[in-house]
């Protein structure tokens, strides 16, 4: 017996086997989830169906969250499919590179507006869709991360869409609250994955992180994927509007380098 037998979860974002969306996929999978994969553009397409074959998933669709005919379309397939829906997961990012590193100042109107749609509207353009196929209630859950809060190098727009995402999370949760639908965001450490690698300075990021949090531990796609299985599951039935670090410790930290190589200055 899973945790989740009888359930069904829509997967938005997998690109490949180390996305963070993949890690969680795998999790819901395992206790027992009927599974449904979302993936953005043909570039993709030759990645995720091989791993949709490994889970025995044969519902996976290609939307373009700025398209309402896309998001239309793939819950109508959804709804003829299976019913009804009580997991959503929502890891969507994009911005152009020339809006991430630079000056912040720089950002671009246009890139603004993509970058915001893309990351930050679309939850709402799919929690609209999933409501009135969540008939026993649902989970949602999106990622997000700590720039969202405070300031990171070179982030830049993407914070901007990630603190855009955290406050939709919320006014979500208390809109959707009376119908049992839970709206929840994983703040995640740095975890190498094909989006991430379009942020200038990863690799910097991922060393330092595991250096300075408390844990001395790197966050991985298996560590994210256990919380959203909590989630997903009934024994976070009390839990909405919450944004939920997974992290090492790193967002408590005020100072994140030894107090002793201070000592010199």
């Not at 690799?203 to 994927?225: F, H, I, N, W």
Request: glycine share 8%; hydrophobic share 45%.
């Amino acid at each position: 017996m899973g945790m989740l037998d009888g359930k069904v979860a829509l997967v938005f974002g997998v690109a490949n086997k180390n996305s963070i969306a993949w890690g969680i996929t795998k999790k819901l999978h395992e206790q027992g989830a009927t599974i449904g994969l979302s993936f953005a553009g043909e570039v993709l397409k030759k990645r995720v169906f091989p791993l949709a074959e490994e889970i025995g998933c044969d519902f996976v669709e290609e939307c373009d969250v700025t398209q309402d005919d896309d998001i239309d379309a793939i819950f109508e397939k959804a709804k003829n499919r299976f019913g009804k829906v009580d997991i959503l997961v929502h890891s969507i990012a994009f911005a152009n590179t020339e809006d991430l590193g630079g000056r912040f100042v720089d950002i671009s109107r246009d890139g603004f507006k993509l970058a915001l749609d893309i990351s930050a509207y679309s939850l709402i353009a799919l929690a609209k869709r999933a409501e009135p196929l969540m008939t026993d209630g649902g989970s949602i859950m999106s990622l997000t991360y700590y720039a969202s809060e405070k300031v990171m190098p070179k982030y830049h727009v993407m914070a901007v869409a990630k603190s855009a995402l955290e406050t939709i999370t919320r006014y979500l949760a208390n809109d959707l609250g009376p119908k049992a639908i839970r709206v929840n965001a994983i703040s995640a450490g740095p975890i190498k994955t094909l989006a991430a690698a379009g942020v200038p300075g990863l690799r910097t990021m991922l060393k330092y992180a595991e250096q300075a949090s408390p844990l001395r531990k790197s966050v991985s796609q298996d560590d994210v994927g256990d919380v959203a299985l909590w989630l997903a599951s009934d024994m976070s039935r009390m839990v909405t509007g919450e944004i939920i670090h997974v992290d090492a410790g790193y967002h408590i930290l005020g100072l994140t380098v030894n107090p002793d190589e201070l000592a010199g200055l």
